[in-house]
């Protein structure tokens, strides 16, 4: 075993040198930070419907089931099944694509990933960045392109929301990608960044879904140790009382 150890360590270093920079690879632009928030249970249900009526056609999530993101983000069953399901399936199935991936490859050339995990290799910074980054481009094979993630084969699937975007030449200073709206979507770009951030904030949560509790957990165990800590020291103090005397 150990030997089988050693025998991979320089495979296993190399891998994390490579890692971060790989992660990095393919982006140009400089990402604005975007911290995703599980707490915002409100922000949570919209970025599922987000997905499920923008993604869940091309994209799967099959570690996900509609009744754990239903409970989890608090939504009725009754409204999940309404608003979630479209396609005959029913409620304990797994998140999974309306599109085959052989149709998918044939499409895109790329059959789209699955995204339950999308978060934990992508983060969200990327994640959040990359849906507001897309923009016309006319010697794209689809049309679209991406700052974030140049030459990418997902076309534009918010454009209904964010509008059409087109990219301006690159300022002298080689600063980040800048963008000029030539139609407008459904949402003003406040609001298209608040429901690009619902996004992200699920894409997150499904991730690691029992993050929440486990942070929840988390405290108490801190606050019932604390409240031991304190409890056993008095205790303590009270039994060597008597032996200092
Ligand atoms: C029309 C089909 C289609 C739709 C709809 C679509 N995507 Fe994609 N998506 C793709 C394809 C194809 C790729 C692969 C792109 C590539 O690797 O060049 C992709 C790639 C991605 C990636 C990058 C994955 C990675 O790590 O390489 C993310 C993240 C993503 N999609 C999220 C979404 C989200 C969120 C939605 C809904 C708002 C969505 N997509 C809607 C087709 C689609």
Same mark, same amino acid.
């Given at each position: ?21 790989? @992660? ?17 249970? @409100? ?15 091309? @994209? ?9 993101? =239903? ?8 409204? =999940? ?10 409620? &304990? ?15 895109? &050339? ?136």
């Amino acid at each position: 075993m150990t030997r089988v150890l050693r025998a991979l360590a320089p495979v296993l270093l190399l891998a994390l040198a490579i890692g971060p920079a790989a @992660h990095a690879a393919g982006s140009g632009a400089a990402l604005t930070p975007y911290k995703a928030s599980l707490r915002d249970k @409100h922000s949570l249900q919209r970025g599922a419907r987000l997905f499920v009526n923008y993604c869940l056609s091309c @994209h799967s999530a099959r570690f996900m089931r509609y009744s754990r993101v =239903a409970d989890d983000l608090e939504i009725p069953r009754e409204v =999940a099944k309404r608003n979630m399901l479209f396609t005959g399936e029913k409620i &304990g199935d797994p998140m999974v694509a309306v599109m085959t991936k052989e149709d998918a490859e044939a499409w895109f &050339g790329i059959a789209p990933p699955d995204l339950s995990l999308v978060a934990r290799l992508r983060g969200d910074d990327w994640l959040y960045n990359y849906f507001l980054a897309f923009y016309l481009d006319p010697d794209a094979p689809n049309g679209w392109n991406n700052a974030i993630y140049p030459n990418t084969a997902m076309p534009h699937a918010l454009h209904p929301l964010q509008g059409l975007q087109r990219a301006l030449p690159p300022d002298e200073e080689g600063g980040p990608m800048r963008f000029e709206k030539v139609r407008a979507g459904s949402m003003s770009d406040a609001e298209y960044a608040r429901a690009v951030g619902d996004l992200t904030n699920f894409l997150v949560y499904m991730g690691e879904p029992s993050r929440p509790a486990r942070i929840r957990y988390g405290v108490w165990t801190f606050l019932f140790l604390l409240a031991f800590a304190t409890l056993a020291y008095r205790l303590k103090k009270e039994y060597w009382r008597d032996i200092h005397e």
